[in-house]
């Protein structure tokens, strides 16, 4: 099974300010026929679903603020948050779905207002 | 509206069983991969179980031999039945939908959630 590692666990950050959440896979989740990343963010918030926020590794889910935004390729990958806003306090994760099953997850990354 | 609803969570002794239903609305549970994830307390999420298009289903080790899924196509409805329940299995479980009725793709409809808590 491919390994995610999330970096770092948790972090700070003042309102306004980016935050920046880097996900590490044990192999490349790059499909070279298509040239596409099979890696995807969602933003956790206490009490509610999973929601996805970007796939294809920086492609924007419908509705999703274009203060998100997801790039990197092959086994390194960054999910921004520019201008922090109070709402985006959650816990955002990475997932790959290069090999599936099992698609698996990154540990997390608690984001709070500092 | 494209949403999905589990239930049948709940609390259990070690050992016991359970089963969850995730009920679909808005699209066709036949013609997506439909996936069981799981969040234990304090801990990040697990995938759980998919039931392919064609009615293959794949496990996660941690529940292969115990755990079940299934569909009922007359229902729209997927479950998850699951025996033999360990205090490790205590989470919130929630049912996700693969985006494109593919295989390879995030999961772009989950459900709320339903809490397994076995303990005795």
């Known amino acids: 099974d491919i390994v995610m590692t999330q970096s770092p666990d948790s972090l700070a950050v003042s309102l306004g300010e980016t935050a920046t959440i880097n996900c590490k896979s044990s192999?490349?989740?790059?499909?070279?026929?298509?040239?596409?990343?099979?890696l995807a963010w969602y933003q956790q918030k206490p009490g509610q679903p999973p929601k996805l926020l970007i796939h294809?590794?920086?492609t924007r889910e419908s509705g999703v603020p274009d203060r998100f935004s997801g790039s990197g390729s092959g086994t390194d990958f960054t999910l921004t948050i520019s201008s922090l806003q109070a709402e985006d306090v959650a816990v955002y994760y990475c997932?790959?779905?290069?090999?599936?099953?099992?698609?698996?997850f990154g540990q997390g990354t608690k984001v709070e207002i500092k | 509206e494209v949403q999905l609803v589990e239930s049948g969570g709940g609390l259990t002794q070690p050992g016991g069983s359970l089963r969850l239903s995730c009920a679909a609305s808005?699209?066709?549970?036949?013609?997506?991969?439909m996936t069981w994830v799981r969040r234990a307390p304090g801990k990040g999420l697990e995938w759980v179980s998919v039931?392919?298009?064609?009615?293959?289903?794949v496990y996660a080790d941690s529940v292969k031999g115990r755990f079940a899924i299934s569909r009922d196509n007359s229902k729209n409805t997927v479950y998850l039945q699951m025996t033999s329940l360990r205090a490790e299995d205590t989470a919130t479980y929630y049912c996700?939908?693969?985006?494109?009725?593919?295989?390879?793709?995030?999961?772009?409809?989950w459900g709320r959630g339903t809490l397994v808590t076995v303990s005795s």
């Open positions: 996700a939908r693969t985006e494109n009725s593919d295989l390879y793709g995030a999961f772009d409809i």
């Open positions: 192999r490349s989740v790059l499909y070279s026929s298509n040239n596409k990343n099979y």
């Open positions: 294809w590794a920086s």
């Open positions: 997932q790959q779905y290069y090999t599936t099953p099992p698609a698996t």
């Open positions: 808005g699209f066709t549970v036949s013609s997506y991969y």
């Open positions: 039931i392919y298009v064609d009615g293959n289903t």
